[in-house]
């Protein structure tokens, strides 16, 4: 089982409407949880990360955390084309002795029709 | 405030041949990663160092791979002799010391392995 599973994609919406990015993760120990969005060609950009259960709201996206599903998505409101990226889960387990480490997904593409 | 710089941005060799990579962190970033991003897969971390000591390197392939971070500031990663599953576009990014959560990423080197 991969630490961080996404669905690679394409996800087709359009201008205007609600996106929604899942992702789940295989660690129970994981303590936070990240959203990166990644233009093609470019490098990664951190856009939201959470901590605890429950949503929590940045402008036109939204991060929800369920912990006892092992489940986080995105919702990014109001799509715009300019929205059209890959967007990247990573979760950062407490490993031993206090170390964190980032593990990313493999991305959704996000493709917005204008 | 300056980005993570990196160099060279695009390099192409044959297998067997060496290779190496240079980041700049951002200035006062006492954390260093470097990533490797595989086409279609989402940044795989090969190397973390807090200053200049390694704090995980499990997945550096140690045979081939090399990084160090002398003084603390300047990285750089080796690739001694390359192969064609080396091709890849590596990442560094750098944080705050304990601030795992907001990475920046540089610009990466997209590396074409012949």
């Known amino acids: 089982q991969k630490e961080v599973e996404q669905n690679s994609g394409p996800l087709s919406v359009p201008e205007g409407a609600i996106a929604s990015l899942n992702c789940t993760y295989s660690?129970?120990?994981?303590?936070?949880f990240f959203w990166y969005r990644q233009y093609s060609g470019k490098s990664p950009e951190l856009i939201m990360f959470?901590?605890?259960?429950g949503d929590k709201e940045d402008g036109r996206f939204t991060a929800q955390l369920n912990k006892a599903s092992q489940y986080v998505s995105l919702l990014i409101r109001d799509s715009q084309p300019s929205d059209s990226a890959t967007y990247l889960c990573a979760v950062n387990p407490l490993l031993p002795g206090g170390y964190q480490k980032v593990t990313f997904g493999i991305g959704t593409k996000l493709q917005v029709i204008p | 405030e300056a980005g993570v710089a990196q160099s060279p941005r695009y390099k192409i060799i044959e297998k067997r041949q060496s290779v190496a990579f240079w980041c700049n962190p951002i200035s006062g970033h006492a954390t260093l990663y470097w990533y490797q991003q595989i086409l279609g897969q989402g940044p795989k971390l090969l190397i973390q160092f807090q200053n200049n000591g390694v704090v995980d390197d499990s997945q550096l392939p140690k045979d081939r791979f090399s990084a160090e971070r002398l003084k603390g500031v300047d990285s750089t990663l080796k690739i001694q002799p390359a192969k064609l599953e080396d091709s890849a576009v590596y990442l560094c990014?750098?944080?705050?010391?304990?601030?795992?959560?907001?990475?920046?990423f540089g610009p990466g080197t997209r590396l074409l392995v012949l």
């Open positions: 660690d129970r120990g994981s303590q936070s």
């Open positions: 959470i901590y605890s259960n």
């Open positions: 990014a750098s944080s705050l010391e304990g601030r795992q959560e907001t990475q920046y």
